[in-house]
């Protein structure tokens, strides 16, 4: 059975139509990231209850819907941030979305999505999202915020990249653990401030 000739002239344009939209989606990546780190002009005093309350329902069809436990931990006497509301509603939306992403395999019975904030008196709050999905891989787990890397079948691999620009951009950190059993918890740090009477 004879094979067709490589149609290189074909072959050239495919290529490189693949590197002009690999091009543009990192222009796109490059301009997100600039406009996060700009737009701190909007930061004003947010409580932290509040503003995970609201994302927490806003998700709320979303998580019922996929038919996984919520448990949402947010004490109260937390000091407020100096933050952008929508910004940091987006970085928890974001890491709520992939733990239930990564929980679409699980058993109902078996998703778990925690959502907590931690304040042990210093210069920071934690906010962690834990999943108990299908869990990272430590060789991964440095690139998971990294522009285009993906685990997902579906998905550009920006979100992650995103949310890391954002927190930055408000002086906080982000990074990943495995979880001791399954899945993977998500955190990130925000710096807390003193409001002036």
Known sequence: MATEPVNLEKARQAVERMIGDANRAGDIIVRVRALAKRS??????ISVADTVAE??????SEIDGQGVTLSVDVPEGMPPLLADRVQIQQVLLNLMLNGMDAMRKVEPEQAQLDVRAEWHGGGEIE???????VGIQPETADRLFDAFYTTKEEGM????????????AHGGRIWVTPNPSIGATFHFTL???????
């Open 40 to 45: 701190s002009t909007h930061k004003e005093w």
């Open 55 to 60: 994302i927490v329902a806003l998700a709320h």
């Open 127 to 133: 906010f962690t999202v834990s999943d108990s999905g």
């Open 157 to 168: 691999g920006i979100g992650l990249a995103i949310s890391r620009s954002i927190i930055e």
């Open 191 to 197: 710096p807390t401030g003193k409001m002036e009477t």
